[in-house]
């Protein structure tokens, strides 16, 4: 070990002198990390043991497939990452990379920095020893053709020019580890691809900034494939379409009821399958669209519940032709606790039928604009004391609902009247007391029982919060709502904000 680090510091003084005298003709293109004296694994968990992490956040990063050397490794050089992101010195030199060479960063699967400089960053005195200092604590310098700025500013030039770009194929771009811009076409052929070159001449980027991919890979065309066919295969009656459905061929609008004691949680994806000679097939997506990111939302459908859904898919799918589909959405059954989510069952479909004939619309009826729906309204308060006042709710809509109520603030009138949004009264509202334990148990009052079009008496003790009131004109702010029996969509639901004014 000792002869190691020896080695090591005599290795960083040689390189440290070559580089500043002739930088270009030591440094590779690609240099090799410092070898640590031992890889195993009961090394790395040793180390990272003395760097803080307990036994069980160590079993826990096994247990999510990162490997204890990629954690030890970005531990020990996080240090020196983040000087050079602050354009500090890394080393005994005192020297930083210029900023006007600084590039790509990124860490490897062996979580060593791997870091991007142009050409001229060898022949600045300063970058060149920094270098070096960086490739003898064990780093990955690589040599790149383009500054940041250059690839930010090629970046901003495009985005300029989308609409023109997506004509000859762009469906994305981004840069990633290399030193250079990725775009996506669809199609991806020689005859786009030469276009799409043609075009980056024009609006004055220089096309070895561009690295050219496919936006639609065959090993994309054939995960779909693979999940219409599971899809089809695991059909089940779990989540299941009830009632009529409304088709066009840009659209479709069913409904959905989850016939489990659980809920059925789902994101933003779903799927188009056509029915041809005897097998389910995935519809082919209009061009330019088949990368497409899906935004990462979860959904949920509780137990029980029964929900509408509109989708119109005709930004996704040219319009359908008449022919046997099937819409497609997976998510997974499970509940809520304490400890978050648990799942039932990993994979749930829920799968709706629809035949597209010829006389069916090109577009759906018109949607009718959704109102947030309020159920839970005030019908009086009385017995008002300085501990707390007797309310009544009313419940207007068709589900049964488990309530509780929240207090959010009282203030005094003097403060409500000069402020008219109800949110900016908690930044003059009355003191809070000290709370031991959970707050929200303080908060949260006013449990019980709400039926279906009937009302629910209660009574709030403020006093845990804000102590007994002094006589006064007041407002009190609370949030109504609780959970919705089935069959409600997502099992919450709320009122109107709830306003008094009393006094006391």
């Known amino acids: 070990m000792k002869k190691l680090l020896l080695c090591t510091a005599l290795l960083a003084l040689l390189l440290i002198t070559a580089c500043a005298q002739e930088p270009a003709a030591i440094l590779p293109e690609v240099n090799e990390p410092v070898v640590l004296d031992t890889d195993e694994p009961a090394c790395f968990r040793e180390r990272l043991m ?7 956040e160590l079993d826990s990063l096994i247990e999510s497939d990162v490997s204890l050397q990629n954690m030890y490794n970005q531990g020990r050089f996080m240090e020196y990452i983040q000087k050079i992101m602050d354009n500090q010195s890394i080393g005994p030199s005192d020297t930083v990379i210029a900023p006007r060479y600084f590039g790509g960063l990124f860490f490897d699967d062996q979580g ?25 604590l064990g780093m990955i310098v690589r040599r790149g053709d383009f500054t940041q700025a250059e ?35 669809d199609p991806y052929n020689d005859e786009v691809k030469a276009a799409f070159t043609d075009f980056l001449i024009e609006i004055g980027i220089d096309p070895a900034m ?40 840009i659209g479709i609008v069913f409904t959905l009821e989850n016939r489990t004691d659980f809920e059925f949680f789902y994101g933003s994806p779903w799927d188009l399958a056509y029915y041809s000679n005897g097998q389910w097939r995935p519809v082919p997506h209009r061009l330019g669209v088949g990368s497409i990111m899906w935004t990462s939302i979860g ?19 040219d319009e359908l032709p008449p022919g046997r589909y099937m819409f497609i959405r997976d998510g997974s059954l499970g509940q809520w606790d304490d400890h978050g989510w648990n799942r039932h069952q990993e994979r749930v479909y829920a799968l709706v039928e629809f035949h597209v004939t010829a006389d069916s619309p090109v577009s759906l009826p018109p949607q009718a604009e ?26 207007s809509s068709r589900y049964d609902i488990d309530h509780r109520v929240q207090i959010m603030t009282i203030v005094e009138e003097e403060v409500a009247a000069g402020m008219p949004n109800h949110w900016d009264w908690n930044h003059n509202q009355l003191p ?18 709400l039926p279906a079009g009937g009302e629910l008496e209660f009574t709030i003790d403020w006093t845990t919060v804000f102590g007994e009131l002094p ?10 709502g609780g959970r919705a029996h089935p069959p409600h969509p997502t099992g919450w639901a709320f009122g109107d904000v709830l306003i008094i004014s009393f006094s006391i």
């Not at 970046?155 to 290399?178: I, M, N, Y």
């Not at 519940?305 to 119109?312: L, S, V």
């Not at 809070?432 to 029982?449: A, K, N, S, T």
């Open 151 to 185: 690839l930010q500013a090629a970046s901003e030039t495009l985005w300029e020019h989308w609409d023109r770009g997506r004509e000859v194929g762009l469906t994305s771009s981004g840069q990633g580890a290399e030193n250079a811009l990725t775009v996506w076409l």
């Open 432 to 449: 809070w007391l000290p709370i031991e334990g959970y707050w929200i148990d303080y908060l949260m009052q006013g449990e019980g029982f």
């Open 50 to 56: 003395a760097q803080g992490f307990s036994e069980d």
């Open 210 to 249: 561009i690295i050219i991919e496919p936006a639609v890979t065959q090993d994309m065309l054939d995960w779909r494939e693979a999940a219409v066919a599971a899809a089809i295969y695991n059909a089940c009656d779990q989540i299941v379409p009830v009632g009529p459905v409304t088709v066009s061929r």
């Open 299 to 317: 959904y949920s459908l509780q137990g029980g519940g029964i929900k509408e859904y509109r989708q119109d898919f005709d930004w996704f799918f």
């Open 471 to 480: 006589p006064g004109e007041y407002r009190i702010v609370m949030d109504v």
């Open 112 to 136: 060593i920095p791997n870091i991007t400089v142009t050409a001229g960053a060898f022949d600045d005195p300063d970058s060149s020893t920094a270098i070096a200092e960086m490739w003898a």
């Open 370 to 395: 959704e109102e947030w729906e309020n159920f839970i309204h005030l019908v009086e308060y009385r017995d008002t004391t300085p501990r707390g006042m007797t309310i009544v709710i009313s419940n």
